[in-house]
Protein backbone atom coordinates (compact mmCIF):
# COMPACT_ATOMS: atom_id res chain seq x y z
CA UNK A 1 0.00 0.00 0.00
CA UNK A 2 3.35 2.22 0.29
CA UNK A 3 3.72 2.70 -3.48
CA UNK A 4 2.04 5.86 -4.93
CA UNK A 5 1.09 6.24 -9.03
CA UNK A 6 2.71 8.61 -10.71
CA UNK A 7 1.44 9.71 -14.37
CA UNK A 8 4.20 7.31 -15.79
CA UNK A 9 2.32 4.49 -14.75
CA UNK A 10 -0.37 5.83 -17.40
CA UNK A 11 1.74 4.98 -20.33
CA UNK A 12 2.94 1.62 -18.17
CA UNK A 13 -0.55 0.17 -17.45
CA UNK A 14 -3.28 1.96 -19.34
CA UNK A 15 -4.76 1.64 -22.86
CA UNK A 16 -2.90 5.01 -24.73
CA UNK A 17 -6.20 6.29 -26.01
CA UNK A 18 -5.50 9.23 -23.75
CA UNK A 19 -2.77 12.02 -23.01
CA UNK A 20 -3.53 12.73 -19.43
CA UNK A 21 -1.43 16.29 -18.23
CA UNK A 22 1.57 15.15 -15.84
CA UNK A 23 -0.09 16.64 -12.78
CA UNK A 24 -2.59 13.64 -10.84
CA UNK A 25 -4.94 15.47 -8.71
CA UNK A 26 -5.92 14.04 -5.86
CA UNK A 27 -8.57 16.04 -3.81
CA UNK A 28 -10.77 18.67 -4.74
CA UNK A 29 -13.41 20.97 -2.90
CA UNK A 30 -15.35 23.55 -4.85
CA UNK A 31 -13.80 24.79 -7.66
CA UNK A 32 -10.46 23.87 -6.33
CA UNK A 33 -8.19 20.73 -6.57
CA UNK A 34 -4.89 19.71 -5.33
CA UNK A 35 -2.33 17.32 -6.50
CA UNK A 36 -0.14 14.57 -5.39
CA UNK A 37 2.17 17.57 -4.22
CA UNK A 38 -0.20 19.87 -2.96
CA UNK A 39 -0.23 22.64 -5.01
CA UNK A 40 -3.42 23.71 -5.91
CA UNK A 41 -5.74 24.44 -8.85
CA UNK A 42 -8.49 26.99 -9.99
CA UNK A 43 -11.07 24.26 -12.06
CA UNK A 44 -12.51 25.85 -14.88
CA UNK A 45 -12.86 22.15 -16.46
CA UNK A 46 -15.33 20.70 -14.38
CA UNK A 47 -14.66 17.07 -15.46
CA UNK A 48 -15.96 18.29 -18.79
CA UNK A 49 -19.08 20.37 -17.21
CA UNK A 50 -19.82 16.92 -15.26
CA UNK A 51 -19.00 18.69 -11.88
CA UNK A 52 -21.91 21.17 -12.03
CA UNK A 53 -21.88 21.94 -8.29
CA UNK A 54 -18.19 21.53 -7.93
CA UNK A 55 -16.12 18.78 -6.09
CA UNK A 56 -17.26 17.22 -3.31
CA UNK A 57 -20.24 19.39 -2.64
CA UNK A 58 -21.78 18.62 1.00
CA UNK A 59 -25.06 17.52 -0.62
CA UNK A 60 -23.70 15.35 -2.67
CA UNK A 61 -21.37 13.63 -0.49
CA UNK A 62 -24.24 13.57 2.41
CA UNK A 63 -26.96 11.97 -0.58
CA UNK A 64 -23.84 9.17 -1.63
CA UNK A 65 -22.96 8.46 2.25
CA UNK A 66 -26.21 7.82 3.26
CA UNK A 67 -27.49 5.90 0.31
CA UNK A 68 -23.92 3.94 0.93
CA UNK A 69 -25.57 2.48 3.68
CA UNK A 70 -28.45 1.35 2.75
CA UNK A 71 -28.08 -0.79 -0.52
CA UNK A 72 -25.92 0.09 -3.23
CA UNK A 73 -27.21 -2.05 -5.88
CA UNK A 74 -30.18 -4.27 -7.37
CA UNK A 75 -30.70 -4.58 -10.75
CA UNK A 76 -33.55 -4.05 -12.38
CA UNK A 77 -35.33 -7.13 -11.33
CA UNK A 78 -36.20 -4.77 -8.60
CA UNK A 79 -37.23 -1.31 -8.50
CA UNK A 80 -35.57 0.96 -6.13
CA UNK A 81 -36.72 4.33 -3.84
CA UNK A 82 -33.92 6.46 -5.11
CA UNK A 83 -34.44 5.53 -8.76
CA UNK A 84 -38.28 6.14 -8.26
CA UNK A 85 -37.66 9.35 -6.84
CA UNK A 86 -35.44 11.07 -9.34
CA UNK A 87 -37.44 9.80 -12.33
CA UNK A 88 -40.58 11.53 -10.73
CA UNK A 89 -38.51 14.72 -9.94
CA UNK A 90 -36.81 14.82 -13.68
CA UNK A 91 -41.19 14.43 -14.72
CA UNK A 92 -41.87 17.18 -13.00
CA UNK A 93 -39.71 19.40 -13.72
CA UNK A 94 -39.87 18.59 -17.95
CA UNK A 95 -41.58 18.10 -20.57
CA UNK A 96 -40.95 14.01 -19.98
CA UNK A 97 -43.50 12.00 -18.97
CA UNK A 98 -41.29 8.67 -18.38
CA UNK A 99 -37.57 8.32 -17.62
CA UNK A 100 -35.10 5.28 -18.62
CA UNK A 101 -32.01 5.81 -16.41
CA UNK A 102 -28.60 4.29 -17.84
CA UNK A 103 -24.69 4.94 -16.73
CA UNK A 104 -23.62 7.34 -19.34
CA UNK A 105 -24.17 10.03 -21.94
CA UNK A 106 -23.62 7.58 -24.87
CA UNK A 107 -25.97 4.51 -23.70
CA UNK A 108 -28.74 7.63 -23.18
CA UNK A 109 -27.95 8.85 -26.72
CA UNK A 110 -27.56 5.05 -27.86
CA UNK A 111 -31.24 3.91 -25.96
CA UNK A 112 -32.86 7.17 -27.36
CA UNK A 113 -31.84 6.41 -31.52
CA UNK A 114 -33.32 2.49 -30.67
CA UNK A 115 -36.21 4.05 -29.01
CA UNK A 116 -36.65 6.23 -32.17
CA UNK A 117 -35.93 3.24 -34.56
CA UNK A 118 -38.63 1.15 -32.73
CA UNK A 119 -41.13 3.57 -32.69
CA UNK A 120 -41.10 4.37 -36.64
CA UNK A 121 -40.75 0.48 -36.85
CA UNK A 122 -44.11 -0.17 -34.79
CA UNK A 123 -46.14 2.92 -35.94
CA UNK A 124 -45.10 3.42 -39.30
CA UNK A 125 -42.63 0.18 -40.73
CA UNK A 126 -39.56 -0.93 -41.68
CA UNK A 127 -38.87 1.76 -44.34
CA UNK A 128 -39.21 4.62 -41.80
CA UNK A 129 -35.28 4.07 -40.60
CA UNK A 130 -33.28 7.33 -41.21
CA UNK A 131 -31.60 9.50 -38.94
CA UNK A 132 -30.50 13.13 -39.53
CA UNK A 133 -27.59 14.17 -37.21
CA UNK A 134 -24.81 16.80 -37.57
CA UNK A 135 -21.44 17.94 -38.70
CA UNK A 136 -19.06 18.71 -35.43
CA UNK A 137 -21.88 17.02 -33.70
CA UNK A 138 -20.73 14.38 -30.89
CA UNK A 139 -23.32 11.66 -29.33
CA UNK A 140 -21.15 9.46 -27.64
CA UNK A 141 -18.50 6.45 -28.07
CA UNK A 142 -20.79 3.37 -28.51
CA UNK A 143 -20.29 2.37 -32.04
CA UNK A 144 -24.42 3.50 -33.13
CA UNK A 145 -24.33 6.62 -31.38
CA UNK A 146 -20.23 7.46 -32.64
CA UNK A 147 -21.82 6.45 -36.37
CA UNK A 148 -24.33 9.08 -35.89
CA UNK A 149 -21.83 11.51 -34.71
CA UNK A 150 -20.63 14.34 -36.95
CA UNK A 151 -16.86 13.45 -36.61
CA UNK A 152 -15.75 10.68 -38.98
CA UNK A 153 -12.29 10.74 -37.35
CA UNK A 154 -14.14 9.20 -34.43
CA UNK A 155 -16.14 6.12 -36.11
CA UNK A 156 -13.44 5.29 -38.95
CA UNK A 157 -11.47 2.26 -39.14
CA UNK A 158 -13.91 0.07 -36.81
CA UNK A 159 -15.07 -1.30 -40.14
CA UNK A 160 -19.19 -1.20 -41.62
CA UNK A 161 -20.65 1.54 -39.96
CA UNK A 162 -24.40 1.10 -39.19
CA UNK A 163 -27.01 2.45 -42.35
CA UNK A 164 -29.29 4.84 -42.63
CA UNK A 165 -27.49 7.67 -41.18
CA UNK A 166 -26.96 10.83 -43.25
CA UNK A 167 -25.59 14.22 -42.00
CA UNK A 168 -26.31 18.01 -42.30
CA UNK A 169 -24.40 20.81 -41.23
CA UNK A 170 -25.08 22.79 -37.92
CA UNK A 171 -27.38 26.06 -38.25
CA UNK A 172 -28.11 25.52 -41.83
CA UNK A 173 -32.03 24.44 -42.23
CA UNK A 174 -31.77 24.57 -45.96
CA UNK A 175 -29.77 21.26 -45.99
CA UNK A 176 -31.72 20.09 -43.33
CA UNK A 177 -34.41 20.50 -45.06
CA UNK A 178 -33.15 18.42 -47.67
CA UNK A 179 -31.95 15.61 -45.61
CA UNK A 180 -35.17 15.09 -43.70
CA UNK A 181 -38.11 13.28 -45.48
CA UNK A 182 -40.94 10.48 -44.47
CA UNK A 183 -38.16 7.70 -44.04
CA UNK A 184 -36.83 9.79 -41.45
CA UNK A 185 -37.33 8.40 -38.17
CA UNK A 186 -35.11 10.96 -35.95
CA UNK A 187 -33.54 13.61 -36.26
CA UNK A 188 -30.64 14.14 -33.03
CA UNK A 189 -29.39 17.68 -32.48
CA UNK A 190 -27.51 19.27 -29.44
CA UNK A 191 -28.84 22.65 -28.55
CA UNK A 192 -25.62 24.06 -28.19
CA UNK A 193 -22.30 21.67 -29.30
CA UNK A 194 -20.08 20.98 -26.97
CA UNK A 195 -16.92 19.16 -28.01
CA UNK A 196 -17.40 20.21 -31.93
CA UNK A 197 -16.26 23.75 -30.12
CA UNK A 198 -18.84 25.51 -27.77
CA UNK A 199 -21.63 26.58 -31.01
CA UNK A 200 -25.07 27.16 -29.64
CA UNK A 201 -28.05 26.81 -31.84
CA UNK A 202 -29.56 29.83 -33.17
CA UNK A 203 -33.53 29.41 -32.63
CA UNK A 204 -34.59 29.21 -36.07
CA UNK A 205 -32.44 26.56 -36.59
CA UNK A 206 -34.20 24.52 -33.57
CA UNK A 207 -37.69 25.80 -34.25
CA UNK A 208 -36.86 24.61 -37.97
CA UNK A 209 -35.95 21.38 -37.00
CA UNK A 210 -39.01 21.05 -34.97
CA UNK A 211 -41.27 21.85 -37.73
CA UNK A 212 -39.40 20.03 -40.28
CA UNK A 213 -40.13 16.40 -37.64
CA UNK A 214 -43.63 17.57 -37.23
CA UNK A 215 -44.27 17.34 -40.96
CA UNK A 216 -42.66 13.99 -41.58
CA UNK A 217 -43.83 12.03 -38.44
CA UNK A 218 -39.88 12.20 -37.33
CA UNK A 219 -38.86 12.36 -33.69
CA UNK A 220 -36.71 14.90 -32.44
CA UNK A 221 -34.26 14.43 -29.98
CA UNK A 222 -32.10 16.87 -27.80
CA UNK A 223 -28.75 15.29 -26.83
CA UNK A 224 -28.34 17.44 -23.79
CA UNK A 225 -25.71 15.42 -21.91
CA UNK A 226 -23.42 18.63 -22.36
CA UNK A 227 -25.47 21.68 -22.55
CA UNK A 228 -27.94 20.78 -20.04
CA UNK A 229 -28.54 20.34 -15.72
CA UNK A 230 -28.56 24.28 -15.40
CA UNK A 231 -25.56 24.71 -17.71
CA UNK A 232 -27.51 27.45 -19.75
CA UNK A 233 -29.59 28.97 -16.81
CA UNK A 234 -32.51 26.49 -17.26
CA UNK A 235 -32.44 23.32 -15.80
CA UNK A 236 -32.15 22.01 -19.83
CA UNK A 237 -31.38 24.22 -22.87
CA UNK A 238 -34.41 23.38 -24.32
CA UNK A 239 -36.33 25.57 -21.83
CA UNK A 240 -34.29 28.73 -22.27
CA UNK A 241 -35.21 28.18 -26.91
CA UNK A 242 -38.76 27.21 -25.90
CA UNK A 243 -38.62 24.26 -28.19
CA UNK A 244 -39.88 21.22 -26.82
CA UNK A 245 -37.94 18.16 -28.25
CA UNK A 246 -39.40 14.24 -28.30
CA UNK A 247 -36.68 12.83 -26.56
CA UNK A 248 -34.16 14.59 -24.56
CA UNK A 249 -31.19 12.86 -22.98
CA UNK A 250 -28.99 13.91 -20.04
CA UNK A 251 -26.08 12.56 -18.06
CA UNK A 252 -22.64 14.33 -17.02
CA UNK A 253 -24.32 17.37 -14.52
CA UNK A 254 -26.69 14.96 -13.60
CA UNK A 255 -24.79 13.00 -11.22
CA UNK A 256 -22.20 15.55 -10.28
CA UNK A 257 -19.65 13.54 -10.82
CA UNK A 258 -21.29 9.50 -9.71
CA UNK A 259 -21.94 7.86 -13.07
CA UNK A 260 -25.67 8.64 -14.49
CA UNK A 261 -27.08 8.98 -17.56
CA UNK A 262 -31.20 9.47 -18.48
CA UNK A 263 -33.65 9.52 -21.59
CA UNK A 264 -36.60 11.12 -21.06
CA UNK A 265 -39.84 11.08 -23.20
CA UNK A 266 -43.56 11.15 -23.65
CA UNK A 267 -46.10 8.82 -22.75
CA UNK A 268 -47.12 8.02 -26.62
CA UNK A 269 -43.33 7.06 -27.38
CA UNK A 270 -42.63 5.57 -24.53
CA UNK A 271 -44.78 2.97 -24.75
CA UNK A 272 -42.78 1.06 -27.46
CA UNK A 273 -40.45 -0.05 -25.22
CA UNK A 274 -42.16 -2.93 -24.17
CA UNK A 275 -40.65 -5.51 -21.62
CA UNK A 276 -37.48 -7.12 -22.60
CA UNK A 277 -37.14 -4.09 -25.48
CA UNK A 278 -34.16 -2.61 -24.04
CA UNK A 279 -31.95 -2.73 -20.44
CA UNK A 280 -29.26 -1.98 -18.28
CA UNK A 281 -27.37 -3.93 -15.39
CA UNK A 282 -26.37 -0.29 -13.93
CA UNK A 283 -29.46 2.13 -14.92
CA UNK A 284 -31.35 3.15 -12.25
CA UNK A 285 -28.94 1.87 -9.38
CA UNK A 286 -29.38 3.66 -6.44
CA UNK A 287 -25.96 5.22 -5.35
CA UNK A 288 -26.34 6.89 -8.67
CA UNK A 289 -29.84 7.69 -8.75
CA UNK A 290 -29.61 9.04 -4.93
CA UNK A 291 -26.76 11.33 -5.68
CA UNK A 292 -28.27 12.42 -8.85
CA UNK A 293 -31.32 13.10 -7.22
CA UNK A 294 -29.52 15.97 -4.77
CA UNK A 295 -27.59 17.06 -7.66
CA UNK A 296 -30.50 17.72 -9.51
CA UNK A 297 -32.67 19.15 -6.54
CA UNK A 298 -29.70 21.39 -5.93
CA UNK A 299 -29.46 22.78 -9.22
CA UNK A 300 -32.94 23.82 -9.81
CA UNK A 301 -33.21 26.04 -6.62
CA UNK A 302 -33.99 29.69 -8.22
CA UNK A 303 -30.64 31.26 -7.09
CA UNK A 304 -28.23 28.56 -8.54
CA UNK A 305 -29.78 29.03 -11.81
CA UNK A 306 -29.84 32.54 -11.70
CA UNK A 307 -26.31 32.32 -10.69
CA UNK A 308 -25.58 31.16 -13.71
CA UNK A 309 -25.73 34.63 -15.79
CA UNK A 310 -23.90 36.65 -13.22
CA UNK A 311 -20.68 34.52 -13.07
CA UNK A 312 -21.48 33.89 -17.67
CA UNK A 313 -21.11 37.38 -17.29
CA UNK A 314 -17.89 37.82 -15.26
CA UNK A 315 -16.44 35.23 -17.75
CA UNK A 316 -17.10 36.88 -20.50
CA UNK A 317 -15.77 40.18 -19.39
CA UNK A 318 -12.41 38.50 -18.45
CA UNK A 319 -12.27 36.60 -21.29
CA UNK A 320 -12.68 40.26 -23.41
CA UNK A 321 -10.02 42.29 -21.46
CA UNK A 322 -7.27 39.02 -22.13
CA UNK A 323 -8.52 39.59 -26.18
CA UNK A 324 -7.40 43.50 -25.56
CA UNK A 325 -3.94 42.43 -24.03
CA UNK A 326 -3.03 39.66 -26.37
CA UNK A 327 -5.80 39.90 -29.44
CA UNK A 328 -5.67 36.13 -29.65
CA UNK A 329 -9.29 35.42 -30.11
CA UNK A 330 -11.51 35.41 -32.99
CA UNK A 331 -14.85 34.95 -31.08
CA UNK A 332 -16.32 34.25 -27.71
CA UNK A 333 -19.31 32.61 -27.57
CA UNK A 334 -21.37 29.81 -25.93
CA UNK A 335 -24.17 30.14 -23.35
CA UNK A 336 -24.26 30.23 -19.35
CA UNK A 337 -21.49 28.18 -17.93
CA UNK A 338 -20.09 26.61 -21.15
CA UNK A 339 -18.37 29.10 -23.42
CA UNK A 340 -15.95 28.90 -25.95
CA UNK A 341 -12.91 31.28 -26.75
CA UNK A 342 -11.63 30.68 -30.65
CA UNK A 343 -8.62 31.74 -31.40
CA UNK A 344 -7.66 34.10 -34.80
CA UNK A 345 -5.29 32.63 -36.85
CA UNK A 346 -2.30 34.48 -35.82
CA UNK A 347 -2.64 33.14 -32.73
CA UNK A 348 -2.79 29.58 -34.15
CA UNK A 349 -3.76 26.17 -33.04
CA UNK A 350 -2.65 26.34 -29.96
CA UNK A 351 -4.99 25.30 -27.58
CA UNK A 352 -3.12 22.37 -26.14
CA UNK A 353 -0.54 24.56 -25.52
CA UNK A 354 -2.23 27.15 -23.31
CA UNK A 355 -3.76 24.27 -21.57
CA UNK A 356 -0.20 22.98 -20.58
CA UNK A 357 0.67 26.32 -19.55
CA UNK A 358 -2.37 27.04 -17.96
CA UNK A 359 -1.38 23.82 -15.53
CA UNK A 360 1.90 25.50 -13.99
CA UNK A 361 -0.37 28.76 -13.53
CA UNK A 362 -2.12 26.53 -11.36
CA UNK A 363 -5.60 26.55 -13.58
CA UNK A 364 -7.32 23.61 -15.08
CA UNK A 365 -9.06 24.43 -18.48
CA UNK A 366 -10.32 22.44 -21.83
CA UNK A 367 -10.81 22.66 -25.41
CA UNK A 368 -12.75 21.88 -28.02
CA UNK A 369 -10.79 21.32 -31.17
CA UNK A 370 -7.41 22.60 -31.55
CA UNK A 371 -7.95 26.32 -31.67
CA UNK A 372 -11.42 26.49 -28.93
CA UNK A 373 -10.52 27.10 -25.52
CA UNK A 374 -13.65 25.72 -23.31
CA UNK A 375 -15.18 26.97 -19.86
CA UNK A 376 -17.18 24.38 -18.15
CA UNK A 377 -17.27 25.19 -14.78
CA UNK A 378 -19.49 24.80 -11.27
CA UNK A 379 -22.07 26.27 -11.82
CA UNK A 380 -21.57 27.66 -7.88
CA UNK A 381 -17.85 28.90 -8.76
CA UNK A 382 -17.45 31.74 -6.56
CA UNK A 383 -16.59 35.16 -7.99
CA UNK A 384 -12.89 35.30 -6.39
CA UNK A 385 -12.58 32.10 -8.28
CA UNK A 386 -13.18 33.35 -11.55
CA UNK A 387 -10.90 36.44 -11.29
CA UNK A 388 -7.59 34.28 -9.42
CA UNK A 389 -8.32 31.40 -12.48
CA UNK A 390 -8.54 34.45 -15.37
CA UNK A 391 -5.59 35.93 -13.41
CA UNK A 392 -3.54 32.59 -13.88
CA UNK A 393 -5.18 32.55 -17.56
CA UNK A 394 -3.37 35.70 -18.02
CA UNK A 395 -0.20 34.68 -16.59
CA UNK A 396 -0.07 31.03 -19.02
CA UNK A 397 -1.45 33.52 -22.16
CA UNK A 398 1.91 36.37 -21.14
CA UNK A 399 4.53 33.35 -20.84
CA UNK A 400 3.53 31.68 -24.20
CA UNK A 401 3.15 34.79 -25.85
CA UNK A 402 6.04 36.94 -24.01
C1 LIG B 1 -20.01 13.75 -23.36
C2 LIG B 1 -21.10 13.70 -24.34
C3 LIG B 1 -21.70 12.48 -24.72
C4 LIG B 1 -21.18 11.16 -24.26
O1 LIG B 1 -21.33 10.97 -22.88
P1 LIG B 1 -20.52 9.79 -22.16
O2 LIG B 1 -20.99 9.88 -20.73
O3 LIG B 1 -19.07 10.08 -22.34
O4 LIG B 1 -20.91 8.53 -22.80
C5 LIG B 1 -22.78 12.53 -25.56
N1 LIG B 1 -23.25 13.69 -26.03
C6 LIG B 1 -22.71 14.87 -25.70
C7 LIG B 1 -23.30 16.15 -26.24
C8 LIG B 1 -21.60 14.92 -24.87
O5 LIG B 1 -21.03 16.08 -24.56
Same mark, same amino acid.
Given at each position: ?6 R??? &? ?7 SPQRVIP??G?GSRLWDQQGREYIDFAG?I ?15 ? !?? *? ?28 ? &? ?23 ? &? ?69 ? *????GV ?10 ? !? ?14 ? *????? !? ?7 ? !? ?70 RSARFRQHLEALNETYGCFREIRG??LLLGAEFNASFGERGRDVLAASIDEGLMLLVAGPNVLRFAPS??ISPEEIDEGMARLDRALSTLTG
Open positions: MSWTPSEDF &DRYMLPNYVREGAVNGLGHCHPKLVEAL !RE *QSEKVWHLANVYTNEPALRLAKSLVEKTFA &DRVFLCSSGGEANEAALKLARRYAH &DTAGAHKDRIVSFRQSFHGRTFFTVSVGGQPKYSQGFGPVPGGIVHGEYNDLATARELINDDTCAVIVEPM *QGEGTPATPEFLEGL !RQLCDDHAALLIFDEV *QCGVG !RTGELYAYM !RYGVVPDILTSAKALGGGFPIGAMMTTEEIARVFVVGTHGSTYGGNPLGSAVALAAVEEISRPEVLAGVAEMGLV
